[in-house]
């Protein structure tokens, strides 16, 4: 079985122990390790993922990758939450973050301008919109001017919650 091969028959038994233990599967990684292979995936839930969350997936995999054996060799699991500062890259992982404040930088200019850090209003199935607020110095005031932008995420080189 190829790496390819593997990580399919992997994800699908890591989406089968997602559902049993309520969180969400998000990425699977499978490296070439110094004494085998090292499976790295990222799980996530609503509230956020604990290291007894870990732990759970963790022994639920490898039970299953137990009786199954598609490895052969030897290998490592690592089952993690993806961070705060992970990508974000699908529509979902915008819904998800909506209200909070992101980082875009994008392949071409919109509104003049390839980086952008603006509070997520909501997405679809191709783009994000966010309100950017831009502080303006108006003789001895200050004014703050918002704005709404859509971005398209076939224009989005990289995208991750805004810290600070």
Known sequence: MNIKELKEKITEYAQEVSE?????????????GGRGLIL???????GGVT?????????ALEAILDVEDPIK???VLEVSSPGIDRPLKEKKDFLRNIGRN????????????????GKVIDAGDDWVRIEIK???KKGSKKEEKSELLFIPFNKILKAQVHIG
Not at 20 to 32: A, D, S, Y
Not at 51 to 59: A, G, L
Not at 103 to 116: G, M, S, V
């Open 20 to 32: 049993q233990e309520g969180c969400e599967l998000l990425e699977v990684e499978i490296h070439p």
């Open 40 to 46: 790295r995936l990222f799980i996530d839930k609503e």
């Open 51 to 59: 290291i007894k969350d870990c732990e759970n997936f963790s022994r």
């Open 73 to 75: 060799g030897s290998y």
């Open 102 to 117: 992101v980082k875009i930088t994008t392949k071409d200019k919109i509104a003049d301008r390839t980086f952008f850090i």
């Open 134 to 136: 831009e502080a303006k």
